[in-house]
């Protein structure tokens, strides 16, 4: 978060040493934690549509709608097969209409997008772009994928290209933007606009993506109490929205350091989503508690989801941190870090390559290049912490000064686990 002034020295002492405001009440999510998901009406669309194809070999229009259940289905659950077998239609359509409809590049592009295979995804968009057909979403869907590769004068030129305030699609991309230049205010005023047109539309996922995506942006501003509101609202249309439950988890953890409470929600969400990275908040938690057996049981299940080749390059950032942090093999998360590069040279992956020659002992590489492609570029909270570490590391303690009282004041984002290591910045 990039603050617009700097908090009193006086204030930032207080962050640290006050208790945080109780703003959760379990009897308005309690409710959520009994759901389960229906097997049935969740694979009754794939199956129909396998049914037609069955039928009909070849016809990619059932191939089209089939991928999509498919996808439904990998939302819902996080099971990565479906994702795959989505990406396996979508290829298998386009070949048959020899990549030359527009929305069945997009789609497959969207696929490749969840995949973080970016620089596939603007390949296919290029064509779509040339097609020409419903040209203002295939410019929204560039703008997306330039903003991930880092490309962001391409990124700024698309986005002046769908330029309508009144816009929906519009409001939330230009949030995105305002949030990656460090803008939090108007990234949230612009989601807000967002929102009032997805409540009035009354289109449930495109409310349901508003109330979530602005939860996470009220916690990055310390708006707890909104955060948590609308990971209810969502909750209100999807009661098995994981990542709403997930950041309900979140401020009982990190706001209001009740780890039990957390876990109980984490623990229900895993009973009908599975995600890597839940895995790792579960750890972070058992840290925090001080249950090494649960951290432990916790770690080996991020470690064997990820092998999983199928996830492909998804959690590159995951584990890096994982390596270097918990694993300690710092040349395995250099290796994942070039890739990352590679694939995504944003200040964020630089920022993971700085952090993993910084764990292998090379401090003068690290602010090399924390210095040529991170500093002011990017404003994660994260990522101002390595930078602070490498730069205390290096001597370089005027530039840690300020990114500390930066670090104090996003310690809701960092988690209590940070606490230590930031005062000991």
Same mark, same amino acid.
Request: hydrophobic fraction near 35%.
């Given at each position: 978060?990039l603050l617009k002034?700097i908090?009193p020295?006086?204030?930032?002492v ?10 959760t ?5 309690n409710?959520f934690?009994?759901t ?6 969740l694979?009754e669309t $794939?199956n129909f +549509?396998?049914?037609k ?9 059932y191939? =089209? ?7 439904q289905?990998f939302?819902?659950?996080g099971?990565?097969?479906y994702?795959?077998?989505a ?8 070949k048959?209409?020899?990549?030359? =409809?527009a929305?069945?590049l997009?789609s497959?592009?969207s696929n490749y997008?969840?995949q973080?295979?970016f620089?596939?995804a603007?390949?296919l968009?290029k064509?779509a772009?040339k097609?020409g ?5 295939t410019?929204?869907m560039?703008?997306?994928?330039h903003l ?12 002046k290209e769908?330029?309508n ?6 409001l939330i991309?230009?949030?995105? +933007?305002?949030d ?11 989601l807000?606009?967002a ?5 009035s539309?009354?289109?449930k #996922? ?27 609202k969502?909750?209100?249309l999807d009661?098995?929205?994981?990542? $709403?439950k997930?950041?309900?988890? +979140?401020i009982?953890?990190?706001h209001?350091?009740?780890?039990d409470e ?7 969400i895993?009973?009908y989503?599975t995600?890597?990275?839940y895995s790792?908040?579960?750890?972070e938690i058992?840290?925090f508690?001080?249950?090494q ?5 916790s770690m080996?299940n ?14 590159n ?5 994982v390596?270097t942090e918990?694993?300690?093999? #710092?040349s395995? $998360?250099?290796?994942i ?6 694939n995504r ?5 630089y920022?993971l390559l700085?952090w993993?020659y910084?764990?292998?002992g090379d ?6 290049i924390?210095e040529?492609y =991170?500093?002011g570029?990017?404003?994660e909270p ?8 490498i ?8 530039k840690v ?5 930066e670090?104090i004041?996003?310690l809701y ?13």
């Amino acid at each position: 978060m990039l603050l617009k002034q700097i908090l009193p020295l006086v204030l930032l002492v207080s962050i640290f040493s006050c208790n945080s405001e109780k703003v959760t009440n379990s009897e308005d999510y309690n409710q959520f934690l009994s759901t389960t998901i229906d097997q049935e009406e969740l694979y009754e669309t $794939a199956n129909f +549509w396998t049914n037609k194809l069955n039928a009909s070999l070849n016809q990619h229009p059932y191939m =089209v709608q089939r991928a999509s259940a498919y996808n439904q289905i990998f939302s819902q659950t996080g099971n990565i097969d479906y994702l795959i077998m989505a990406e396996h239609d979508l290829i298998e359509a386009n070949k048959l209409t020899d990549y030359k =409809v527009a929305g069945y590049l997009k789609s497959l592009a969207s696929n490749y997008i969840s995949q973080h295979r970016f620089k596939e995804a603007i390949e296919l968009l290029k064509k779509a772009e040339k097609n020409g057909e419903k040209l203002n979403g295939t410019k929204k869907m560039l703008f997306d994928v330039h903003l991930e590769l880092g490309n962001y004068i391409l990124a700024e030129s698309y986005l002046k290209e769908i330029k309508n305030p009144t816009d929906f699609d519009y409001l939330i991309r230009l949030a995105k +933007w305002e949030d990656h230049k460090g803008n939090l205010d108007a990234a949230i005023e612009n989601l807000e606009k967002a929102m009032a047109i997805a409540e009035s539309s009354n289109l449930k #996922p495109i409310r349901q993506w508003s109330y979530t995506n602005i939860a996470d942006f009220y916690g990055h501003a310390g708006l707890i109490e909104k955060s948590y509101n609308h990971y209810l609202k969502a909750l209100q249309l999807d009661p098995n929205d994981a990542y $709403a439950k997930k950041g309900i988890a +979140w401020i009982l953890y990190s706001h209001e350091s009740n780890p039990d409470e957390a876990l109980k929600v984490l623990n229900h969400i895993s009973t009908y989503y599975t995600a890597p990275d839940y895995s790792l908040l579960k750890a972070e938690i058992a840290d925090f508690k001080k249950d090494q057996n649960l951290k432990s049981e916790s770690m080996e299940n991020y470690s064997q989801t990820v092998q999983n080749v199928k996830y492909g390059d998804m959690y590159n950032k995951y584990n890096v941190m994982v390596f270097t942090e918990e694993e300690n093999q #710092p040349s395995l $998360a250099l290796d994942i870090a070039k890739r990352e590069v590679e694939n995504r040279p944003t200040p964020q992956s630089y920022d993971l390559l700085a952090w993993s020659y910084f764990k292998n002992g090379d401090v003068e590489k690290a602010k090399e290049i924390t210095e040529k492609y =991170v500093e002011g570029k990017t404003f994660e909270p994260e990522v101002l912490y390595h930078s602070a570490e490498i730069y205390k590391a290096a001597g370089l303690h005027n530039k840690v000064k300020p990114l500390k009282k930066e670090l104090i004041a996003s310690l809701y984002e960092l988690g209590p686990v940070m606490k230590t290591k930031i005062e000991q910045l």
